[in-house]
C-alpha cells in the first residue's frame, strides 16, 4: 500500500475500503474514484424536463450518494435537456439530443458510492435500445 494513503474500512462495502479524503483501495489499487461514461440510444423521455431530473435523482439514490443540488435545463423547443446532479462524492451529468434519440450521460463517484448501482435506474428512466458504458478510474496513485 502507497504509504502517502491511510484507509478506514467504510460500512457499507467490506470489500471496499476508502481513505479519509474519500480516494478509494480497491483490488489493490488506490484511486480518486470511478468516473462512468454512458451513451444512451434510442430511449426515452430525452426532452422530458421532469423526467431528466427525477432519473438523476433516483440514480443518486440508487448509488447511495448524497445529492446537493440537482439543475436541469431544456433547450429551446423540441431541443434536449442538460442537467446536473451536484453529489457529495461528485456528480453525474446529462446531455441529451432527442432529434438523434441520444443521451450522453457521465457518473463520477468517490468514497463508497458506486456508480454501477445508478446505471439501472437510468435505463429504467430512459429505456434505451443500447446502452454502452466506459469506465475510467480517476486519480489512480502510482
Not at 37 to 63: M, N, R, T, Y
Not at 109 to 138: Q, S
Amino acid at each position: 500500500m502507497d504509504s502517502r494513503v491511510g484507509t478506514a474500512v467504510t460500512g457499507a462495502d467490506a470489500k471496499e475500503e476508502r481513505t479519509a479524503d474519500f480516494f478509494v483501495a480497491k483490488d489493490g489499487l488506490h484511486f480518486a474514484g470511478t468516473h462512468l461514461l454512458l451513451e444512451l440510444w434510442d430511449g426515452e423521455h430525452f426532452d422530458d424536463l421532469k423526467a431528466v431530473e427525477e432519473a438523476l435523482g433516483e440514480a443518486a439514490s440508487a448509488a447511495r450518494a448524497a445529492v446537493l443540488n440537482i439543475h436541469v435545463h431544456r433547450f429551446a423547443s423540441g431541443g434536449g435537456v442538460s442537467g446536473v446532479a451536484l453529489l457529495a462524492e461528485s456528480h453525474i451529468s446529462i446531455h441529451t439530443w432527442p432529434e438523434r434519440g441520444f443521451a450522453a450521460i457521465d457518473i463520477f463517484m468517490c468514497g463508497a458510492c458506486d456508480p454501477y448501482e445508478a446505471v439501472p435506474a437510468l435505463r429504467r428512466a430512459f429505456r434505451p435500445a443500447r446502452l454502452h458504458l466506459f469506465e475510467h478510474k480517476r486519480g489512480l496513485l502510482p
